[in-house]
T-cell receptor
Framework: DGGITQSPKYLFRKEGQNVTLSCEQNLNHDAMYWYRQDPGQGLRLIYYSQIVNDFQKGDIAEGYSVSREKKESFPLTVTSAQKNPTAFYLC???????????????????FGQGTRLTVV | GENVEQHPSTLSVQEGDSAVIKCTYSDSASNYFPWYKQELGKRPQLIIDIRSNVGEKKDQRIAVTLNKTAKHFSLHITETQPEDSAVYFCAASSPEKDLYNTDKLIFGTGTRLQVFP
C-alpha cells in the first residue's frame, strides 16, 4: 500500500562501510525526502529533492549522500563518515506543487515502511 | 530555517477523555501544517492537515487549530479510544526561496499518546 517502497527492511553494516538504502515510488510525485528517526528526536530531515537531478541538504546531511537520477527513485547512501548511523530511516514522497500555480503549497507526504540500519 | 517544537513528549489519558498536543513553529512564511500518526512498527500516516488561510478544521473526533499570529497549532482528539494510542507528529511546510519553490517539511519531535481502557 502507499505506492512507496523502501528496501531492505533491516540492514546491518560493519563499521567503515558505506551502505545504500533504496526508495522507490510509483505515485508520480515530484518531491522525495529522507528522514532519520531516533527515539525522542522525532523525524529529522537528511536530504530532500524537488525534481530530478536536483536535491538539497536537510538539517543532518553530514555523512549521507543521495542521488535523483529518476523521478521514481531517491537512494540514500550512509557513508563511513556518519558517526552514529544506527537508526530507523524513513523515505517519503509528496504532492508538493509550485506556489506559482496554486498560490499556496500542499505538501502531503506519503511514507515508506522504513529501513532499520544497525552498525555491527 | 524552520524549527518546530512539540509538547508534550508523552501523554496518558483515560479512554473517553480528550487529548491535546501543541506545536509551535518559527517561520512565519510556513503555510501548511499536517499531523501524522505512527502506530507501533508502522509508517507515519497523515490524519489531518490545515492550511494557513484556515483557523480550524475538524474530522470526526479530531480537530486542528491554527493561530498564525502566535505561530502555534494544536491537535485535539475527543472521546479517545485505545486505538488512538500511537506517536503523533506535527509538521510545518517551510517554503524555500530556490528556483523550484521547494517546500521543506519539518517535523516536531513527536508525542507518544497512550489511551488506557
Amino acid at each position: 500500500d502507499g505506492g512507496i517502497t523502501q528496501s531492505p527492511k533491516y540492514l546491518f553494516r560493519k563499521e567503515g562501510q558505506n551502505v545504500t538504502l533504496s526508495c522507490e515510488q510509483n505515485l508520480n510525485h515530484d518531491a522525495m525526502y529522507w528522514y532519520r528517526q531516533d527515539p525522542g528526536q522525532g523525524l529529522r530531515l537528511i536530504y530532500y529533492s524537488q525534481i530530478v537531478n536536483d536535491f538539497q541538504k536537510g538539517d543532518i546531511a553530514e555523512g549521507y549522500s543521495v542521488s535523483r537520477e529518476k523521478k521514481e527513485s531517491f537512494p540514500l547512501t550512509v557513508t563511513s563518515a556518519q558517526k552514529n548511523p544506527t537508526a530507523f530511516y524513513l523515505c517519503a514522497s509528496s504532492t508538493s506543487r509550485p506556489k506559482l500555480l496554486t498560490g499556496g503549497s500542499d505538501t502531503e507526504a506519503f511514507f515508506g515502511q522504513g529501513t532499520r540500519l544497525t552498525v555491527v | 530555517g524552520e524549527n518546530v517544537e512539540q509538547h508534550p513528549s508523552t501523554l496518558s489519558v483515560q479512554e473517553g477523555d480528550s487529548a491535546v498536543i501543541k506545536c509551535t513553529y518559527s517561520d512565519s512564511a510556513s503555510n501548511y501544517f499536517p499531523w501524522y500518526k505512527q502506530e507501533l512498527g508502522k509508517r507515519p500516516q497523515l490524519i489531518i492537515d490545515i492550511r494557513s488561510n484556515v483557523g480550524e478544521k475538524k474530522d470526526q473526533r479530531i480537530a486542528v487549530t491554527l493561530n498564525k499570529t502566535a505561530k502555534h497549532f494544536s491537535l485535539h482528539i475527543t472521546e479517545t479510544q485505545p486505538e488512538d494510542s500511537a506517536v503523533y507528529f506535527c509538521a510545518a511546510s517551510s517554503p524555500e526561496k530556490d528556483l523550484y519553490n521547494t517546500d521543506k517539511l519539518i517535523f516536531g519531535t513527536g508525542t507518544r499518546l497512550q489511551v488506557f481502557p
